[in-house]
Every structure is written in structure tokens, then in C-alpha cells.
């Protein structure tokens, strides 16, 4: 979906959401809700927490799982994902968070003990996914297996440099490995829905969108799951080749044609 501005894009995200997570919560049972960290959701997670304020959507049996962890931080480390998502979304919903324990003597173990966790738990409903300026998700850098699970990767230098403004824009404070759920992994989520706000993701969106499947592009995984929703705005659409027909169909989208 193409909107104007990232606030459009919160909304909509957080719309998305909910409509997943209230049809798992029909179903009975616990509800896998997939978080990323990241700039790009925070205007749905405000969103979201907004509509829980005012009731329009209960938290009722929902669990809290993250795409990925930093390696080595302490836990508790204002930057771990862990303490940003509860920061960010989760403490004021009343959500449980799981996630890899990036702070665990062996992070090996670690990866390999959040994805069993996942398939117990799993499927996820619903995954919320940012994606990187050089194309990732989650962590998976370029590279990435498309039938990767959840393990340890070693982050690019662009990446840290990406995320140093959140170390005080210090890189060597960036951790240099991650745990990471794999692409597979991401994929067995029963709906993805990515969000990429401003210019400079706009090479990173159309080349998942409408580049080649390949690992040299994490997101382009996309287009191998049953029911995406991508939520763009208008400067991270800016080089969709077929942006005008998104729009048509957004236009022209039935009532009954759902998320
Ligand atoms: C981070 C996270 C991703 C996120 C991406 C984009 O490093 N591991 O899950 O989607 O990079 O971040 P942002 O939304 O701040 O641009």
C-alpha cells in the first residue's frame, strides 16, 4: 500500500495488526505476535497502543516474540531489543516478551533455543518487519539463506553505522553479532506485514518488491509467502516501477478482500 506519510503508514500498520491478531484470537488459544525493532514501527506501535487505550482491541492471550538480539549485551541493556520493544510497545499493552537471549554464555545455543521456542509457540500471526537500507530483515544481511533459521550473524559494517545513533553514535559500541531468526523462520509467519518509511529505503523496498528472489536482497523472501502486506510511503514508493498500479489496485480493493 502506498500513503501519503508515515503517519498513514502507523495507521494502516497498526489496522493490519489488529485485524490478525483479533481473528487468531477467535481461533482460542495463545496468540503469536511477531515485533520488530526500529524506527519504521514505532508510529504503528503508538498507534496500536492508542486503540488499546481507548478498547477498540484487546491483548487477551497474546505473547510477544522478537525478530532478533543483539550479542553480548548485558541483559537489560537499555539498546537490547528485549528492553527496546517493551520500552517501545509492549510494557504498556500488558505483553510477555520472547526473544533470543543475546546475553547467554553460548549464543550458538541460544539461536538454536529460540527457534524451538518458536515452533513451539508458532505459528506467528502476524510479523511486523522493517527493512534495512542495504535490503535486510531482521538481520539477515545480504547473503542470507532464503532457508536460513534462527542463528548468529555477524552484522555488516553498514548496518552498525546504521544503528550506532542508537549507541550514543559510537560504532564500536555496536555489537558485531546478532541472533536473528532465519529467513525461513520469518517466513512461517501466517502474515507479514513490512513497513518502510523515507527516500532512503526506496532502493531497499522496489528491490524487494519487483527485484529477483536472491539472497543478495533478504526482503525480496517476501515474494515467496502467501500474504504480505507491504506499507510504503510515498518517498520509500519512489522507485516502484509499477507504482501506479499499486495505487489502482489500493483504489479499487474490494470490501471483502480483507488484509
Ligand atoms: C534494524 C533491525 C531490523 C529493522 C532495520 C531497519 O537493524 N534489526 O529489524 O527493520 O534494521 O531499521 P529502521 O526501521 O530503524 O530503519
Partial sequence: MLLPTPEDCGRVVADAVIASVTAAQAGGGPVALGLATGSSPLLAYREMQARHRAGEWTADGVRAFLLDEYVGLPAGHP?????????????ELGLEVHGPDGSAADPVQAAVDYEAQLQAAGPVAVQVLGIGGNGHVGFNEPGSSLASRTRVKTL???????????????????????????????REA?????????EAKAAAVADAVEGPVSASCPGSVLQLHPHVTVVVDDAAASRLARAEYYRYVLAHKLATQGW
Fill in 190 to 198: 501466517r502474515h507479514l506485514v513490512l513497513v518502510a518509511t523515507g
Fill in 156 to 186: 555488516t559494517e553498514r548496518t552498525r553505522l546504521d544503528n550506532a545513533r542508537f549507541f550514543g553514535d559510537d560504532v564500536e559500541a555496536v555489537p558485531r553479532h546478532v541472533i536473528t531468526q532465519g529467513l525461513a523462520t520469518i
Fill in 79 to 91: 539498546e537490547s531489543y528485549r528492553e527496546v520493544i517493551r520500552r517501545e510497545c509492549t510494557d
